[in-house]
C-alpha cells in the first residue's frame, strides 16, 4: 500500500482543493490511484482508516525495534517506516540551588529506625504466643479425640 499523501507531499486531512493543486506536480503513477482514491469521499475514508492503522502498527515497531526484520515487508509497506533521526538531547535546566537542612533528614530516618524496630518487636512476641496457644489447643482437642 501507498502513502499516497506522502507521495502528493500534503497532509493527512487536506482539502480536496489540495490534492487537486498537488496532482499535477504527481507522477503519472500516483496521480491515477490518487484521483481515483482520494477524490472519492467512500473510499477516501476506507484509505484514511487503513492508513492510520499501518502509521499506528509502524509506530508500534519503531519503538519496539522491530524497523529492520524480515517479518515487515520492505516493499509493500516502505512509506509506512519510520526513519529513526539522531539529535543530541538539549541541556537539562539548571535546578535550584537548595540547602539542605541536615536535621529534618536525620529525624526522618530516627522515627522510622525507631518506629520499624519497636513495632516489629512487639508484634514477634505476640505471634510466638499466638502460635503456641493454637498449638496446644489443637494437642489438646487430639488427645481429647485420641481417648475416645
Known amino acids: 500500500m501507498k502513502d499516497l499523501y506522502k507521495r502528493l ?30 477524490l472519492d469521499a467512500r473510499r477516501r475514508s476506507v484509505y484514511d482508516r487503513n492508513r492510520d492503522l499501518l502509521l499506528t502498527i509502524a509506530q508500534l515497531r519503531f519503538d519496539l525495534g522491530l524497523n529492520y526484520t524480515p ?23 539548571e535546578a535550584p540551588k537548595r540547602r539542605v537542612d541536615k536535621m529534618m533528614i536525620a529525624q526522618a530516618f530516627h522515627t522510622a529506625r525507631h518506629h520499624g524496630r519497636h513495632h516489629a518487636a ?10 503456641i496457644a493454637v498449638g496446644a489447643g489443637a494437642a489438646i482437642v487430639i488427645l481429647w479425640h485420641a481417648s475416645f
Open 9 to 38: 507531499k500534503v497532509e493527512g486531512g487536506a482539502t480536496e482543493e489540495q490534492i487537486r493543486q498537488s496532482l499535477g506536480a504527481a507522477p503519472p503513477n500516483v496521480r491515477g490511484s490518487a484521483e481515483l482514491i482520494l
Open 71 to 93: 517479518f515487515w515487508s520492505r516493499r509493500q509497506f516502505k512509506d509506512f517506516w519510520i526513519v529513526p533521526t539522531f539529535t543530541t538531547p538539549a541541556a537539562p535546566p
Open 122 to 131: 512487639r508484634w514477634g512476641i505476640w505471634w510466638a504466643v499466638a502460635l
